[in-house]
């Protein structure tokens, strides 16, 4: 069993800048992925970042050059940091890894960016 909680989400201005951390109960360099995804109102969870356990990272074209994944096998943290945030990036964001074929969730943090 994983457990992922999320921290640092909140309320941004157009054009700030957050930071999201998720703390990981299992060494993430066991991890087959880590990622990020967000849902907005009405509207279906979408991919933002993920990265492999190699450090392959894809993401989002919505979000490419302006939001950066990474992990520290420190602190059993995947982060994400959002940059240059707009509108249409308010969403819950949730943290997702792959586990030995099993799929965790985070219970969400809300970001939301002010126009």
């Known amino acids: 069993q994983v457990q992922l909680v999320e921290s640092g989400g909140g309320l941004v201005q157009t054009g700030g800048s957050l930071r999201l951390s998720c703390t990981v109960s299992v060494k993430i360099f066991s991890l087959n992925t880590m990622a990020w995804y967000r849902q907005a109102p009405g509207k279906q969870r979408e991919l933002v970042a993920r990265m492999t356990s190699a450090g392959t990272t894809n993401y989002a074209d919505s979000v490419k050059g302006r939001f950066t994944i990474s992990r520290d096998n420190a602190k059993n943290t995947v982060n994400l940091q959002m940059n240059s945030l707009k509108f249409e990036d308010t969403a819950v964001y949730y943290c997702?890894?792959?586990?030995?074929?099993?799929?965790?969730w985070g219970q969400g943090t809300q970001v939301t960016v002010s126009s």
């Open positions: 997702n890894v792959w586990n030995r074929g099993l799929q965790y």
